[in-house]
């Protein structure tokens, strides 16, 4: 099978690198990591219940990158509100 021919990404359509977060936004990004974590905990039990040591999962490592990936956004959000409530405070 032959190597897939990368898609080019028109500028139009790309994600920001930069958007407003408001409580109740990230109360959504919140409600969605709650249900992936529900449903990794599902998986775990799952594993257990059927009594088998491990089993072998494609995409670990997208696995890996999402949770850096989210790590990094923690840490940026972080920074961006220490940033403006020192803009609010005037200094």
């Given amino acids: 099978m032959g190597k897939k021919k990368s898609v080019k990404t028109v500028p139009g359509n790309r994600v ?6 408001s409580p109740q936004r990230l109360a959504v990004v919140i ?12 998986l775990a ?3 257990h219940d059927a009594e088998l040591d491990s089993v072998v999962i494609d995409g670990h490592a997208m696995l890996v990158r999402g949770l850096n990936q989210i790590d990094n956004f923690i840490d940026n959000a972080s920074r961006a509100v220490r940033e403006a409530k020192l803009t609010k405070e005037g200094f």
């Fill in 16 to 21: 920001p690198r930069k958007e407003p977060y």
């Fill in 31 to 42: 409600e969605r990591v709650r249900e992936q974590a529900t449903k990794l905990g599902n």
């Fill in 45 to 47: 039990r799952s594993i």
